[in-house]
Nanobody
Framework: QVRLVESGGGLVQAGGSLRLSCAASGRTLGGYDMGWFRQAPGKERELVAHISWDGGRTKYADSVKGQFTISRDNSKTPVYLQMNLLKPEDTAVYYC????????????????WGQGTQVTVSS
């Protein structure tokens, strides 16, 4: 069984940066495409970034293009989300997840999830 653990969240001022990390226990993440999601209270969870199993291809939500960067080590674990130029509207719980289904942008096709890490951006 794959267990995911996010870290790196916290409080940051608008315009600042954070780097989130997602590590695996139990099994390597090397064979999985990975995604970062975020969810604010009362709002829908949304996919913000995706990376292929080998790190060669990335995708981003339009809202974070040019602002966030997803990457992974040569070992393919851990997976990172570099967040720059943060805005208050980026405040959310951020989750990493491993894609276990066929559709990269369908939340239910991610079968393994972390517990989430809170990112709060103050103005």
């Amino acid at each position: 069984q794959v267990r995911l653990v996010e870290s790196g969240g916290g409080l940051v001022q608008a315009g600042g940066s954070l780097r989130l990390s997602c590590a695996a226990s139990g099994r390597t993440l090397g064979g999985y495409d990975m995604g970062w999601f975020r969810q604010a209270p009362g709002k829908e969870r949304e996919l913000v970034a995706h990376i292929s199993w080998d790190g060669g291809r990335t995708k981003y939500a339009d809202s974070v293009k040019g602002q966030f960067t997803i990457s992974r080590d040569n070992s393919k674990t851990p997976v990172y989300l570099q967040m720059n130029l943060l805005k208050p509207e980026d405040t959310a719980v951020y989750y990493c997840a491993a894609q276990t289904g066929s559709t990269w942008n369908l939340m239910r096709d991610y079968g393994y999830w972390g517990q989430g890490t809170q990112v709060t951006v103050s103005s």
